[in-house]
């Protein structure tokens, strides 16, 4: 084998080196796990967020309009659980003045069966805090809140062949083991329902 031969075969070598090397990389790269902190049922297709981000768009209505976020909602505001509407769904947060535990417990039962819950995401959730999907249409909170903050955000769906005008979200609200409508703040305006039952309408 003269020098010519010998550059070339060590040239080959060299390639195959890197290909091994560059294929083990490869095997080695896994991507990250996706995570989720809100347990829910399996959802049916028609829950993606992009029928979901469509559907919620338009308002709601109720004996309190809920659309718009509480003014100068913060941390640290009137004890609550605070419910609005707007352009990027629905929210629910919880606070209090006091650093004191309080427990925000409720439901939210969206009808017809056929809507679903969607893009649930937990707003500074800790241990004590649960928020999980019943099936498909009962959504349950569970907040120990002092004196920060605690929430959740969703969509709804828009069922097919349905008029989107038909649905309801439903909410019972409890503090502290009891329903005290004192306790719940409703839309930019802030105004407490009568009762601790209370409930919205889709508008066409």
Same mark, same amino acid.
């Given at each position: ?30 991507? $990250? !796990? ?7 049922a ?6 993606a ?13 109720? !004996? ?38 309080h ?23 800790e ?16 907040f ?25 979200? $439903? ?18 305006s802030?105004?407490?329902p ?11």
């Amino acid at each position: 084998m003269n020098l010519r031969q010998l550059r070339l075969a060590a040239v080959g070598l060299g390639s195959t080196a890197l290909v091994a090397c560059g294929g083990a990389t490869t095997l080695d790269v896994q991507p $990250a !796990a996706a995570t989720h902190p809100v347990t829910t049922a399996p959802q049916p297709a028609a829950s993606a967020a992009p029928d979901a981000v469509g559907c919620d768009a338009g308002q709601w209505r109720g !004996a309190i309009s809920p659309e718009g976020r509480p003014d100068g909602l913060d941390a640290g505001d009137a004890g609550a659980v605070y419910v609005w509407h707007d352009g990027d769904g629905w929210h629910i947060r919880t606070t209090d003045r006091r650093a004191v535990d309080h427990h925000y417990t409720g439901t939210i039962r969206l009808e017809p069966r056929a809507a679903n819950f969607a893009d649930i995401r937990t707003v500074r959730d800790e241990r004590d805090d649960r928020v999980f999907v019943d099936g498909t249409n009962v959504l349950h909170y569970d907040f120990h809140t002092f004196a920060s903050i605690d929430g959740a955000d969703f969509r709804i769906t828009c069922p097919a062949r349905q008029r989107a005008d038909r649905q309801v979200l $439903a909410f019972h609200t409890d503090f502290d083991g009891h329903p005290i409508a004192d306790r719940v703040r409703i839309g930019d305006s802030k105004q407490s329902p009568k009762t601790a039952d209370f409930a919205f309408t889709r508008t066409a």
